[in-house]
């Protein structure tokens, strides 16, 4: 039992990591203009700083990203820890 929810927690992972890696290559994309001005990094400004995390660095029809980049790195994380665990109890129940 144990087994199969691993399994789903890992493709859970796997999706919600895609996702924010997606995010994070379009957030230049969403980012405000003025983020840009007189900075040498280019569009790379969205990186610096966690600025990639904070709402008032994007568009205002965008700011859905930040918070789907904000909640998915959070729920990975969480998910991260529940596999641990699980591990251990699958480990403990064995033996």
């Not at 199969?4 to 995010?23: D, P, R």
């Not at 203009?33 to 990094?41: A, Q, V, W």
């Not at 918070?67 to 591990?87: G, P, Q």
Request: net charge positive; charged share 15%.
């Amino acid at each position: 039992m144990i087994d199969y929810f691993l399994i789903i927690l890992m493709v859970l992972s796997a999706v919600l990591f895609l996702f924010v890696m997606v995010l994070f290559i379009l957030a230049p994309k969403y980012a405000k203009k003025e983020l840009f001005i007189n900075y040498y990094g280019g569009t790379g400004a969205i990186y610096h700083g966690f600025k990639l995390f904070k709402v008032e660095s994007y568009r205002e029809d965008k700011e859905w990203a930040c918070k789907a980049i904000k909640y998915s790195s959070i729920a990975i994380v969480v998910i991260f820890f529940i596999m641990v665990f699980l591990i251990k109890l699958n480990g403990v129940q064995q033996s």
